[in-house]
């Protein structure tokens, strides 16, 4: 049972790493750090910088202080990130909605301007962030590392290449599940499991309720970006 924590010793910390051009403001950011505070797991989850060496730089900084045994959860981009420090280092990780091959995808953005709705910050993509890219995609991927969260209607990513590319990970689908994955808490159980960590259904719905309560008026945990 994926709702079931894993054998060995439990994930030391957390470490949550958001989509492209996505922040801090995120509701499956927010979700997942009072997820890994309520079971007292060191957290992080860092404001990613738009450069992806930056923020792959940034991300592997935070793992220090998390622990021998982090696990790792990112979104899109983020969990392309997640998996270039999961086959560095050797840690488990969760991946939402993976980006594959975001160089390739990017690669029809070049010159197109952005801007951060999290941050403010305005920038346009150049062929310096697919190269990039290009250069830290892993060689191999190790699937015994991994659960994956895919959305069988996801707008912007085709699930059957990452569970092409993913082959023999354990993995969960929802059906109609769109890029965003807002059905997210319905799977906090299985990504805790994950790292060895019990978080029961009505404590995951709890903190869904807890952060609506503190959202701004109109804002809920059923609306997210990456």
């Not at 029809?108 to 920038?123: L, Q």
């Not at 290449?161 to 023999?168: D, V």
Request: aromatic share 6%.
């Amino acid at each position: 049972m994926l709702g079931a924590p894993r054998h060995g010793a439990p994930a030391s910390g957390l470490l949550y790493l958001h989509g492209f051009n996505s922040g801090l403001g995120s509701p499956k950011l927010r979700l997942m750090v009072r997820a890994g505070e309520v079971l007292g797991l060191a957290c992080a989850a860092p404001q990613l910088p738009h450069r992806p060496e930056a923020a792959l730089a940034l991300a592997e900084e935070a793992l220090s202080a998390l622990g021998p045994r982090p696990l790792l959860v990112g979104s899109s981009l983020g969990g392309f990130l997640a998996s270039c420090l999961a086959e560095r280092h050797g840690h488990t990780a969760v991946l939402i909605n993976p980006a594959l091959r975001p160089a390739a995808l990017m690669a029809d953005w070049i010159g197109e301007r952005f801007v951060n709705d999290h941050t403010g910050e305005a920038f346009h993509l150049t062929v310096a962030h697919r190269e990039a890219l290009l250069a830290m995609t892993p060689e191999r991927l190790t699937p015994e590392r991994y659960l994956l969260l895919l959305g069988t209607a996801d707008e912007a990513l085709d699930c059957r290449e990452a569970f092409a590319a993913y082959r023999g990970a354990a993995t969960l689908l929802h059906p109609g599940g769109d890029h965003a994955f807002t059905a997210l808490a319905d799977y906090l159980p299985a990504v805790l499991a994950w790292g060895g960590h019990r978080l029961t259904p009505s404590q995951a719905a709890s903190l869904v309720r807890a952060l609506e309560q503190e959202a701004p008026s109109g804002d809920t945990m059923g609306i997210d970006n990456d």
